[in-house]
């Protein structure tokens, strides 16, 4: 029985053993910064923010528990349930074995860090760079194509049995973990874990998309050919037409679209209402633009 995906080497390329070494690596640099924040702020701050580091942070305060021994009592058996259950579904073999690191060295790294003191005993404070420090470390694992295992891979099971979407199935698992936290720690740590959950998931947004936000604007004018050659003409922009149609008239309505840096928007939106204040104008963020001015492919 064949588990993994075949590559394609034309729809996704082998990268080269370098380029997966260094995915190894950031797999497990990323594992430790979320163990030692996991150490430092979550733990001595009762903050129980999903995931299995949650569970583990539960069982630690109401049993006594120690933290890495849940992990990996919890993080192997559901690597292997998935490995076994989702299939071809569990992807390439590559993203197998990162995340069988990741799912190892998570727990490893709460080990050896077990005895770093504790930062702060303010719970404000844990769960706000208690959620940086692990959105930060969950970020660099995904950018090393790997994964920590726990609650992510569960929900991928669940997935497969119940037909709601991975989103869903994660987010249903880590309520009940927060809920289970506000039912044997306190309510008030589970609102901290709130905090901690949306600091994470934005975090995870900067380390793959970084804080440059190019923008992106969609441009509907009958003064189409002078607005296009005026944007390739004074902010040196490309510009691409697209065919578009009136919802209601059904008439043939040119667009333009443009990618421009922050600081050329202005000039943008007044070169655009120069020309033509009657035109319809769209602009929101687009991040890693990749091309020609912009950010080349890595």
Same mark, same amino acid.
Request: glycine share 6%; net charge negative.
């Given at each position: 029985m064949k588990i993994f995906k075949k590559r394609d080497k034309h729809v996704i390329p082998n990268r080269g053993k370098t380029a997966l070494f260094m995915d190894y690596i950031l797999v497990i640099i990323g594992s430790f910064i979320v163990g030692i924040t996991f150490n430092v702020f979550m733990l001595p701050t009762h903050i129980a923010s999903g995931g299995v580091a949650g569970i583990s942070i539960v069982f630690h305060w109401t049993l006594g528990w120690a933290p890495s021994y849940v992990l990996w009592g919890l993080n192997v058996p559901i690597f292997v349930i998935g490995l076994l259950i989702l299939g071809r579904s569990f992807g390439y073999v590559d993203y197998a074995m990162k995340t069988l690191l990741g799912t190892v060295a998570l727990p490893f790294a709460v080990f050896v860090t077990a005895g770093m003191p504790a930062a702060t005993d303010s719970p404000l404070l844990g769960a706000l760079f208690g959620g940086v420090g692990t959105g930060i470390g969950l970020g660099i694992v995904f950018r090393g194509r790997g994964s920590t295992g726990g609650t992510a891979l569960a929900g991928q099971i669940i997935q497969k049995f119940s037909g709601l979407s991975l989103g869903v199935c994660v987010s249903i698992l880590d309520g009940l973990i927060v809920l289970t936290s506000a039912f044997f720690l306190s309510l008030e740590a589970a609102l901290y874990a709130l905090i901690s959950i949306y600091?994470?998931?934005? #975090?995870?947004? &900067?380390? =793959?998309?970084?804080?440059?936000?190019? $923008?992106?604007?969609?441009?509907?004018? /009958?003064? @189409?050919?002078?607005?296009?050659?005026?944007?390739?003409?004074?902010?040196?922009?490309?510009?691409?037409?697209?065919?578009?149609?009136?919802?209601?008239?059904?008439?043939?309505?040119?667009?333009? #679209?443009?990618? &421009?840096? =922050?600081?050329?928007?202005?000039?943008? $939106?007044?070169?655009?209402?120069?020309? /033509?204040? @009657?035109?319809?104008?769209?602009?929101?963020?687009?991040?890693e633009v990749f091309g020609k001015g912009f950010y080349q492919r890595t």
């Open positions: 600091l994470t998931a934005k #975090m995870i947004d &900067v380390v =793959q998309l970084g804080f440059n936000t190019e $923008k992106m604007a969609l441009i509907i004018s /009958d003064k @189409e050919v002078e607005m296009r050659q005026a944007i390739l003409d004074e902010i040196d922009r490309g510009v691409t037409r697209i065919t578009s149609q009136g919802g209601y008239t059904g008439d043939d309505r040119p667009m333009l #679209m443009t990618v &421009v840096s =922050q600081g050329e928007l202005t000039h943008l $939106k007044q070169l655009v209402r120069s020309i /033509d204040p @009657e035109s319809f104008f769209i602009i929101t963020n687009a991040t």
